[in-house]
C-alpha cells in the first residue's frame, strides 16, 4: 500500500533542474497523454464561408467573406502530449483543439497525424490517449504583464512557448500505440 500519509518520513536531496522552456524548434514524435473535456463557449462570431472543397470564399479585395451567427457554441479542449525520445524525452506540449467553425482543419489534422481515419469529437478523450505521432514544433512569443516586485509597477515581459505547426504520421513499420513498459516508465 502507498503511503500517503502525514507521517511519512522523507530524506532530503536535491532537486532536479527542471527546464520548463521552449524546446528547439524541429519533428519530434509524440504520445497523446490525456485530452482535457471539452469546455463549452458560445458567442456571437463572424464566420468564414467555404466553398464544397473547404476552401474561404474571398470577395474582389481579397478578404474573406464572413457571415454573423448568433450565439454560436463551440468547444475547446487541449491535448498534452510527451515528446517520446531523443534529447527532450519526457517534455510536454499543449495542442488546443476546436470545434470552432473557423477551425475546421485543426481536429481533422490532429486525427491524421495519430493515425485515426474518423471520430466524433466526444470520443477525441478517450479513444487518443497512448496514440503517438510526429509534431513539427515551432517557437511562439507573447507579451505578459508581470508586477516587478521590487517596484510594484507592471511591466510587459516577452515570453516564449512552444506551439505545434503540424502533425504527420508515424513511419508505418512503428506502431501507433505506446505501452507503459516500452518506454522504460
Known amino acids: 500500500m502507498?503511503?500517503?500519509?502525514?507521517n511519512k518520513r522523507y530524506t532530503a536531496r536535491e532537486g532536479s533542474n527542471m527546464d520548463f522552456g521552449p524546446i528547439p524548434d524541429g519533428t519530434y514524435t509524440a504520445k497523446v497523454e490525456e485530452v482535457t473535456p471539452w469546455e463549452s463557449q458560445t458567442k456571437?462570431?463572424?464566420?468564414?464561408?467555404r466553398d464544397e472543397d473547404g476552401k474561404a470564399i474571398k470577395n474582389e479585395k481579397g478578404e474573406n467573406v464572413t457571415e454573423?451567427?448568433?450565439?454560436?457554441?463551440?468547444?475547446?479542449?487541449?491535448?498534452?502530449?510527451k515528446i517520446v525520445g531523443?534529447?527532450?524525452?519526457?517534455?510536454?506540449?499543449?495542442?488546443?483543439?476546436?470545434?470552432?467553425?473557423?477551425?475546421?482543419?485543426q481536429i481533422p489534422a490532429f486525427l491524421y497525424?495519430?493515425?485515426?481515419q474518423e471520430l466524433a469529437a466526444s470520443e477525441i478523450q478517450e479513444k487518443t490517449r497512448g496514440?503517438?505521432?510526429?509534431?513539427?514544433?515551432?517557437?511562439?512569443?507573447?507579451?505578459k504583464k508581470v508586477?516587478?516586485?521590487?517596484?510594484?509597477?507592471?511591466?510587459?515581459?516577452?515570453?516564449?512557448?512552444?506551439?505545434?505547426?503540424?502533425?504527420?504520421?508515424?513511419?508505418?513499420?512503428?506502431?501507433?500505440?505506446?505501452?507503459?513498459?516500452?518506454?522504460?516508465?
Open 147 to 185: 508586477q516587478n516586485k521590487d517596484t510594484g509597477l507592471d511591466e510587459v515581459q516577452k515570453k516564449f512557448i512552444n506551439r505545434v505547426k503540424s502533425f504527420k504520421q508515424l513511419p508505418a513499420e512503428q506502431p501507433n500505440n505506446v505501452v507503459e513498459e516500452d518506454l522504460g516508465i
Open 2 to 6: 502507498v503511503d500517503t500519509s502525514l
Open 44 to 49: 456571437t462570431i463572424k464566420v468564414i464561408q
Open 86 to 105: 531523443g534529447e527532450y524525452d519526457g517534455r510536454l506540449i499543449f495542442h488546443n483543439l476546436s470545434t470552432h467553425p473557423n477551425m475546421p482543419f
Open 131 to 143: 496514440k503517438l505521432c510526429m509534431i513539427d514544433v515551432y517557437t511562439d512569443s507573447y507579451d
Open 68 to 81: 454573423l451567427q448568433e450565439n454560436c457554441t463551440f468547444y475547446n479542449c487541449t491535448a498534452k502530449m
Open 113 to 116: 497525424g495519430i493515425g485515426l
